[in-house]
């Protein structure tokens, strides 16, 4: 029994010293953690989504290993997230760890997967400063950082002199907040107010009256994945949509498996993000085709997109080792890899395990009856400039 086995079954109790689960070497489980119930269950159904698209076309067996995808409901609670990340690799002998559709999610797990050194690929939270909480995370989604200050780019270029800020109150929130904000302050433009929303039950409704008497260009947002669609509708309902004040963001609050039920109210509206289902590539085309082909016609949006392309480095890894899956070993193949994922070339950062990727502005547009954040300007090989900073 290693060290590994030592510690988490001391962290388990008798359950595993009594009947350890044997190893099975000719297997390699990848533990997925995602909430599939709760508030956010939609980050979860499109990260298993994705994962499982990925098995599918590229078959369950590499380097001789068979790909036993493992997948867990943490419900959006930490300390199940933490519990469920010890008991796949205590008693299932996962890996690979991968998921996590909120930040303080992907935090719980980092004391696990540095204590067991096993990969913690993180394919959904993007609060910049979670892969400096563990040299064993790897991520694939993106960084706040990396979407937000192309944004006030774009802003300062195209006539955006005054601002409003709404973002939700956390690590994600708090990351775009200060860098558009400080981007945006920095080319000469104002920042009116910041607002902050809370994570639980979110009411935007006072807020937004506050920014209408505000009366900037422009109102910036960022709100989670599946929470675009309640700011959204208040928006709506407090007639913003129509006072003149443009809508930008970072990609979240259009995310593409809600724009359906956002409806027209986000027509125009402009945001930066790494992933829309209308990228023009033929890698892009074929993915969309089977993602939908594959689950009942739900459009995939970034959370599928980077769980795909967090199987596909599990893939490139193990292929790299030739089936050594130590975590160390695993590891030391994803650091630098890099590929064609349908949202264009990505790779990852050897130095800080972060993924590289192309920035795209994009606005809302009705093609063919449908939404679509339709892609106009790309800035490539975007590195999270939080770490850049740094460096
Ligand atoms: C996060 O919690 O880090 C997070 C979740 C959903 C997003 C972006 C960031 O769309």
């Known amino acids: 029994m290693d060290s590994r086995h030592l510690t988490l079954s001391a962290v388990l109790g008798g359950a595993l010293l009594a009947a350890p689960a044997l190893a099975d070497d000719t297997a ?70 991968m998921g996590f559709g909120l930040t303080p999610l992907a935090l719980a797990a980092a004391p696990v997967a540095t204590e067991a050194k096993v990969p913690e690929i993180v394919t959904a939270a993007a609060t910049a400063m979670i892969t400096e909480k563990s040299p064993y995370i790897v991520r694939t989604s993106f960084t706040l950082p990396q979407a937000a200050a192309p944004m006030a780019d774009w802003a300062l270029k195209n006539g955006i002199k ?17 860098w558009f904000g400080d981007t945006f302050e920095k080319g000469g433009g104002t920042i009116a107010e910041k607002i902050r929303v809370p994570l639980k039950n979110p009411d935007f409704a006072p807020f937004l009256q506050r920014v209408k008497d505000d009366a900037p260009d422009a109102v910036f947002v960022f709100v989670p994945s599946g929470f675009g669609a309640i700011f959204m509708k208040e928006f709506t309902e ?72 967090g199987m596909g480095l599990v893939y490139q ?66 590195k999270d400039p939080y770490k850049a900073a740094k460096h």
């Open 317 to 382: 890894a193990l292929e790299k080792t030739k089936g050594d899956a130590s975590g160390d070993a695993l590891l030391a193949a994803m650091k630098g890899a890099s590929w064609m994922s349908p949202r264009g070339p990505i790779s990852i950062d050897p130095d800080t395990r972060d993924i590289v990727q192309n920035e795209y502005v994009r606005k809302v547009e009705k093609r063919d009856g449908a939404l679509y954040n339709v892609e106009f300007e790309t800035i490539p090989n975007v």
């Open 238 to 309: 407090r007639g913003l949509d129509k006072s003149g004040i443009k809508l930008i963001g970072t990609g979240d609050v259009t995310d593409d498996d809600l724009l359906a039920d956002i409806g027209d109210s986000a027509l125009g509206a402009v945001t930066t993000h790494h992933y829309s289902v209308a990228h023009d590539s033929p890698e892009n085309k074929a993915f969309v085709e089977a993602f939908e082909k594959a689950n009942n016609g739900m459009r995939p949006n970034f959370m599928a997109v980077a769980a795909y392309d």
């Open 162 to 178: 005054k601002v409003v800020t709404i973002v939700t109150d956390y690590g994600p929130g708090a990351d775009a907040e200060k």
């Open 28 to 97: 390699v489980t990848v533990g997925m953690i995602v909430p599939m119930t709760g508030p956010v269950a939609s980050t979860g159904k499109q990260e298993r989504a994705g994962a499982e698209l990925y098995i599918q076309q590229h078959g369950d067996t590499v380097a001789g290993k068979k790909i036993v995808l493992s997948i867990k409901d943490d419900t959006g609670a930490a300390d199940v997230t933490k519990r469920l990340a010890e008991e796949l690799i205590g008693n299932d002998h996962a890996s690979v760890l």
